[in-house]
Every structure is written in structure tokens, then in C-alpha cells.
């Protein structure tokens, strides 16, 4: 059973405007939660991460939100550019409370900026 | 360069043979992980090192696989007698600590014949 579910598997949008990227999660006890972007042959790269304390963190254009009753949180990417065209993961903190960072991922949304 | 390295970056085997996986983490991270992500799939966590403790193996799917940290810097991941399932990519992170961001190695793409 996925823990963490990236429910669309690709997403477009035009230059300029906001991209929103979802991400569900079945645990109620996870408490911390990251965004990574990944473009092709390359590892994933840290985007952006919120604590269950807190319901948005906001790093330049890069923005998430925490629903904790819904279980759900969003990226929002504004203005969207054609460099943010990769695969964006959700993934939680999967020893939640505990000491290890172990991370359990989504499968990814893979975003397409247009010109 | 001063990022997690993984070598190689490519492996071609035959199903049944032996393929050891390296990755050289940030000088001074004492956290490293292994992932896999097969064709479709998210990161699968696989392994997990800190210090000197004993790693946390939960996440490695069969008893062929192993995994070890020499003197708490490089770790090598093996899989024994591979199979057409373990086709993958192999990402290797590292941190600072247990709850920092992780960084990530560009892989090694393992494909079984």
C-alpha cells in the first residue's frame, strides 16, 4: 500500500502562470514532509519541506502548504519557468518522531513548463 | 566535486551474476541511504547508515542484497545472483544528520539481461 500518493502522474502548464503540484498521505502520524525535483540521469535535488506544526512554508517562488485533516499538501509554483520542467516527488519522513530520516517518496509528477 | 558520487553510472550484467554498487558520499555526512526507483515508481527506500551504528536494513527487499560503510565514508551495495526485477536505478543520499536534507547521487541505472 502506497504511504504517499502523487495521484497525477503528469502535469503541463504555460510559462508564467501557477503550477500546482498534490500529493496525499495515508499516516496521520507523519510529521515531515519534502519536495524533490529531479530532471533526467540526474539524483533528485532538495526543493522544499514543511513541518506538520506549521500549514506553509514559502521559498522564493516555490510554496507548500500542509492540510493535516485532509492529509494532503501541495507545491505551488509561481511564476511557473520552462527550467521547472523535471519530475517533482513528495516524500514524508518515514520514522516519523523518531531519530532516522529515512524518506518514503510518491511516484513522482512530471511538470512541463511551456514557452 | 564535492557532491555524493555514485560509480558507475551504468551496469549491463546477466541475470544470475554478482554486481557491487559504490557510493562516495559529502566528506563528513555521517547519514547515507540507499534507494532504488524501478520504471514508474517512486524512491524505494532500501538501507540506512549513521556512525557507527548498526544500519537499519528494513527496506532491502531480498537476503541478496547487502550493503556496507567502511570507515564510515564509502558504501558499496551488493546484489547477488540478480534477477530481471532488480533492474533499476540505484540512488545513493547523504546528510549531515539523521534529519537533514538529504543529498543525492545522479544513480546507477542497473538493467538485468
Known amino acids: 500500500d502506497q504511504q504517499v500518493k502523487q495521484n497525477s502522474p503528469s502535469l503541463s502548464v504555460q510559462e508564467g502562470r501557477i503550477s500546482i503540484l498534490n500529493c496525499d498521505y495515508t499516516?496521520?502520524?507523519?510529521?515531515?514532509f519534502l519536495w524533490y525535483k529531479k530532471y533526467p540521469a540526474e539524483g533528485p535535488t532538495f526543493l522544499i519541506s514543511?513541518?506538520?506544526?506549521?500549514d506553509k512554508n514559502e521559498d522564493g517562488r516555490f510554496t507548500v502548504f500542509l492540510n493535516k485533516s485532509a492529509k494532503h499538501l501541495s507545491l505551488h509554483i509561481v511564476p511557473s519557468q520552462p527550467g521547472d520542467s523535471a519530475v517533482y516527488f513528495c516524500?514524508?519522513?518515514?520514522?516519523?518522531?523518531?531519530?532516522?530520516?529515512?524518506?518514503?517518496f510518491g511516484k513522482g509528477t512530471k511538470l512541463s513548463v511551456k514557452p | 566535486g564535492a557532491g555524493v558520487s555514485q560509480s558507475p553510472s551504468n551496469k549491463v550484467t546477466e541475470k544470475g551474476k554478482d554486481v557491487e554498487l559504490r557510493c562516495d558520499p559529502i566528506?563528513?555526512?555521517?547519514?547515507l541511504y540507499w534507494y532504488r526507483q524501478s520504471l514508474g515508481q517512486g524512491l524505494e527506500f532500501l538501507i540506512y547508515?549513521?556512525?557507527?551504528?548498526?544500519?537499519?536494513k528494513s527496506g532491502l527487499p531480498s537476503d541478496r542484497f547487502s550493503a556496507e560503510r567502511t570507515g564510515g565514508s564509502v558504501s558499496t551495495l551488493t546484489i547477488q545472483r540478480t534477477q530481471q526485477e532488480d533492474s533499476a536505478v540505484y540512488l545513493c543520499?547523504?546528510?549531515?544528520?539523521?534529519?537533514?536534507?538529504?543529498?543525492f547521487g545522479d544513480g546507477t541505472r542497473l538493467s538485468i539481461l
Open positions: 566528506s563528513g555526512h555521517t547519514a
Open positions: 514543511i513541518s506538520s506544526i506549521k
Open positions: 547508515f549513521q556512525g557507527n551504528s548498526a544500519p537499519d
Open positions: 516524500a514524508s519522513r518515514g520514522n516519523y518522531g523518531g531519530s532516522q530520516g529515512n524518506l518514503i
Open positions: 543520499a547523504s546528510s549531515s544528520g539523521p534529519l537533514e536534507s538529504q543529498h
Open positions: 499516516n496521520s502520524m507523519f510529521d515531515y
